[in-house]
């Protein structure tokens, strides 16, 4: 958690948010502007794509559907991005939807993909050749449900299985979102 906290502070310290004017707001965080994103990373449903549409200027809610080792991983959420002139802008974001699941060759009955909230932040790097398209670049902490830790513990205790690695407690967002 600290190193969340830790993350957090850097990145408002790096991002100096001035007022600005209509014309200095990126067109991918513009009111009105819609994206299609290709990724990885649970905004993206894991593997897969993320529709976004902006609700107003640097406020954005996205649904995201793929593929998770265990079945269809989709999430819905907000992102708010920080106003920026340069071509990178910080965000913070929320999301509900797939965000672990399990998969276990040759025993089905602990393949399973679990719910729960999600939040994150990242950057976006804006295209300096099509504007409104952007990289997505992100961590994100999934808040796992307890029946997901307490599967987690019958596989660590199930003497079928020699090896097994426990989820990431930070996750990796990378994704190229195209202006629609």
């Known amino acids: 958690m600290r190193t969340i906290v830790l993350a957090i502070f850097l990145f408002l310290t790096l991002s100096v948010s001035l007022p600005l004017s209509a014309q200095d707001i990126h067109k991918s965080s513009q009111k009105g502007e819609a994206s299609l994103g290709l990724g990885l990373g649970l905004q993206y449903g894991s593997i897969g794509a993320r ?63 679990y719910i729960g909230p999600s939040f994150g932040l990242g950057v976006k790097v804006n295209s300096l050749k099509r504007e409104g398209n952007f990289w997505d670049f992100g961590l994100l902490v999934p808040i796992t449900s307890t029946s997901f830790k307490d599967q987690q513990d019958a596989i660590k205790n199930d003497p079928r299985i020699a090896e097994f690695t426990e989820a990431w407690p930070v996750l990796i967002v990378v994704g190229y979102n195209f202006n629609l």
């Not at 959420?77 to 920080?82: A, D, E, F, K, W």
């Not at 797939?98 to 276990?104: E, G, R, S, W, Y």
């Open 51 to 113: 529709l976004g549409l902006n609700l107003a200027d640097h406020f954005n809610v996205f649904g995201g559907l793929g593929y998770m080792i265990a079945g269809v991983g989709y999430n819905i959420g907000l992102q708010y991005s920080l106003p920026s002139t340069k071509q990178t802008e910080f965000y913070f974001t929320g999301m509900v939807g797939t965000n672990a699941a399990i998969k276990v060759e040759g025993l089905s009955e602990y393949d399973e993909v």
